[in-house]
C-alpha cells in the first residue's frame, strides 16, 4: 500500500496516455513515470531514504510532482510548503520537522537563505542552480543518477508519506502525519463516490503545496489514469476557455474560485460549451447559499460540496447524482469514515442537533509531529475530534450540514489561518496593548483576515497600515490581516475573557465596539 506504487501500476497500463499537458506542453504516462524513476535514483544516490523528510517549495510546476512521487518511492516523507511563506516560518518547518533535505528554487532560497544556512542536518537542492555556499542543483544531481536503479518502494500502510502543517491555537504550527493508508484509502473512497475514470479530464487551476490540489486533485487523477490539464496559475477567462477547449469533464476550485468565475462568465457575450463538463467540485472553505444557486443559474450545473481537513483528508461528499446535492451541505460520510456528532462530554446529541464533528477511519492521520500532548487531546477513543460544529439530519438519511468552528479557525480562499499566530506578531510591536484577530464574512474570500488592536497609552499612535506591513513581513501574505482596526478597549466577558462574537458581530453590522 505504497500510493507511488499503485500509481507507477496506473502509468503501467496507460503509458502512451497523456498524464499531466502543464501549459500546452504533454506528458504520457510512461514519461511521467520514467521521471518519478530518474527522481527517486538521484534522491537514493543523495543519501535520502525511509523517514527521511524532504520538504518542497516549489512553484507549480512539474519537478515539484516527480519529487514528490519520487519521495514516496524511496520510502521517504514529503513537507509540501506553500511558496509564500516567510524565511522565519520555512525555518521553523524545517527544524521542526527535522528536514534533511529541502529543495526549492534560487528566488525563495535568497529569501530564506540567512534563516536556514544554520540549521544543522538540512541540505539544499536549488531546481535553478547552485546557491554559491554549499547548496547543490537539482539538475546536476539528476545528470549524475547510475543506470539500473529500480525503485523498491520500502514504506506503505502505516508508514508517513506526508507531513502537513497547520496552523495551531497556540500559534505554533503542528506537522499532521499523514500515512501511505491515509492516502490510499481516502483516494480509494473518492474514486468510487466521484466514479472518477480513464475518460475524465481534470482542469487543475489549484496550488500542489495544498492537499487539495495535491492529495486530491492529482494523486486521484493520476491513479483512475485521466488527464490533468495544468494551469501554473488560476485565472478565470483562462479557466473558461480550458474547459471548453480541453473537453474537461472534471473541475475542483474552492469558494474564492467559483466567484471569480462566475464574474467572468456574466462578462462574457458567448458563453463557454459545457457539454462535456461532468462535475464541478468545490472544498476547502464553507460554499455560500447564494454561489451555490446563482453558479447553478448560469451555468446549468449544481456544484458539487464536500468535506475534509488536513488531518483527515476527505470525510464527507454531496453525491454524484445532482439531484441529491443541497447548498449548505457536505453531503454524507465517504466509505469507509465513520463520523458522530458529540456533546463536549462525549455523548452523541439527538438527531438534528448542533455538536461537535468526531471523525473515525483509515483516513484519519497518524497524530502531531513531535506533539504527542496535542495528539492526544484530538483524539477520544480513537475518534478524531474536528473542532468543527455541525448536525446530521434525520430527515435526509443523515446528511452533513457545518454550522461553525469550535475553534478560532478562520479559513480565507480555501487557507487555514488561526488568530494566534497573527497576534503574536502584532503584540510583539511596542506600540500594541492588546490584539484580537477575527474572520469576517466575504464574498470572495469566504472569511477575510481582521485585526482590532488597542495601543499602548503614552506611545505615539501608529497607523493601521504600518501594522499590516509588519505582518506581512513574516507571516504568509494570505494569513496578513486586510483591514486593522484601532479601539480603546475590547469587549470581554465577566471571566476577562475577550469576546470575539462581539466583535465579530460589531464589525459585520458596522457598529462601534
Known amino acids: 500500500m505504497n500510493l507511488a506504487r499503485l500509481l507507477s501500476e496506473t502509468a503501467a497500463r496507460n503509458p502512451g496516455k497523456p498524464a499531466v499537458v502543464f501549459e500546452g506542453t504533454p506528458c504520457t504516462y510512461g514519461a511521467f513515470d520514467r521521471e518519478v524513476e530518474r527522481y527517486a535514483a538521484m534522491l537514493h544516490t543523495a543519501g535520502v531514504g525511509k523517514g527521511d523528510r524532504v520538504a518542497v517549495q516549489l512553484p507549480k510546476r512539474m519537478e515539484f510532482l516527480f519529487l514528490h512521487l519520487a519521495n514516496l518511492s524511496v520510502g521517504a516523507v514529503t513537507l509540501p510548503l506553500n511558496t509564500d511563506y516567510r524565511p522565519e516560518e520555512v525555518e521553523y518547518f524545517l527544524s521542526d520537522s527535522g528536514t534533511s533535505l529541502f529543495v526549492t528554487d534560487a528566488e525563495r532560497f535568497a529569501r530564506a537563505a540567512g534563516s536556514i544556512r544554520g540549521l544543522r542536518g538540512v541540505r539544499t537542492l536549488l531546481l535553478d542552480g547552485g546557491g554559491g555556499a554549499g547548496e547543490e542543483s537539482l539538475f546536476e544531481r539528476l545528470s549524475d543518477v547510475p543506470a539500473g536503479f529500480r525503485r523498491s518502494w520500502p514504506a506503505g500502510g502505516d508508514d508517513p508519506a506526508m507531513i502537513c502543517y497547520t496552523s495551531g491555537t497556540t500559534g505554533r504550527s503542528k506537522g499532521a502525519v499523514i500515512t501511505h493508508r491515509n492516502l490510499v484509502s481516502n483516494m480509494l473512497a473518492l474514486h468510487d463516490a466521484w466514479e472518477w475514470t ?16 495535491l492529495n486530491v486533485a492529482t494523486h486521484g487523477s493520476l491513479y483512475a489514469g485521466s488527464t490533468i490539464v495544468m494551469h501554473g496559475k488560476f485565472d478565470p477567462e483562462r479557466a473558461w476557455d480550458s474547459l471548453e477547449a480541453n473537453g474537461c469533464t472534471l473541475f475542483m476550485g474552492v469558494p474564492t474560485i467559483y466567484q471569480r468565475m462566475m464574474g467572468e462568465w456574466e462578462k462574457r457575450e458567448r458563453k463557454p460549451d459545457l457539454r462535456g463538463m461532468r462535475i464541478f467540485i468545490s472544498g476547502s472553505a464553507p460554499l455560500s447559499d447564494s454561489l451555490f444557486h446563482r453558479f447553478e443559474r448560469s451555468t446549468g450545473f449544481r456544484i458539487l460540496e464536500r468535506y475534509g481537513m488536513t488531518e483527515t ?12 446535492r443541497k447548498a449548505k451541505s457536505v453531503g454524507y460520510p465517504l466509505a469507509g469514515v465513520d463520523l458522530r456528532v458529540a456533546r463536549e462530554d462525549g455523548a452523541d446529541v439527538r438527531p438534528g442537533e448542533v455538536g461537535e464533528v468526531w471523525i473515525r477511519g483509515d483516513n484519519v492521520f497518524r497524530g502531531y509531529w513531535g506533539m504527542p500532548g496535542k495528539t492526544a487531546e484530538s483524539f477520544v477513543d480513537g475518534w478524531f475530534r474536528s473542532g468543527d460544529l455541525g448536525f446530521l439530519d434525520p430527515e ?9 468552528r469550535a475553534k478560532e479557525l478562520i479559513i480565507t480562499g480555501g487557507y487555514n489561518v488561526y488568530p494566534k499566530e497573527i497576534e503574536n506578531i502584532l503584540e510583539a510591536h511596542e506600540a500594541v496593548k492588546e490584539s484580537a484577530v477575527v474572520g469576517l464574512p466575504d464574498e470572495e474570500f469566504g472569511e477575510k483576515v481582521v485585526a482590532v488592536i488597542v495601543q499602548k497609552e503614552g506611545v505615539a499612535p501608529v ?33 476577562g475573557k475577550i469576546r470575539k462574537n462581539r466583535i465579530v458581530e460589531s464589525l459585520r453590522d458596522g457598529k462601534p465596539l
Open 198 to 213: 480513464g475518460n475524465d479530464v481534470l482542469l487543475h487551476v489549484l496550488p500542489l503545496f495544498h492537499v487539495h490540489g
Open 463 to 495: 497607523p493601521p497600515e504600518t501594522f499590516v506591513a509588519l505582518c506581512k513581513i513574516h507571516l504568509a501574505s494570505y494569513k496578513c490581516p486586510r483591514q486593522v482596526f484601532i479601539v480603546r478597549d475590547l469587549p470581554r466577558n465577566a471571566m
Open 396 to 404: 435526509d438519511g443523515g446528511r452533513l450540514y457545518l454550522v461553525g
Open 313 to 324: 483528508g476527505m470525510i464527507a461528499s454531496n453525491r454524484i447524482d445532482p439531484a441529491h
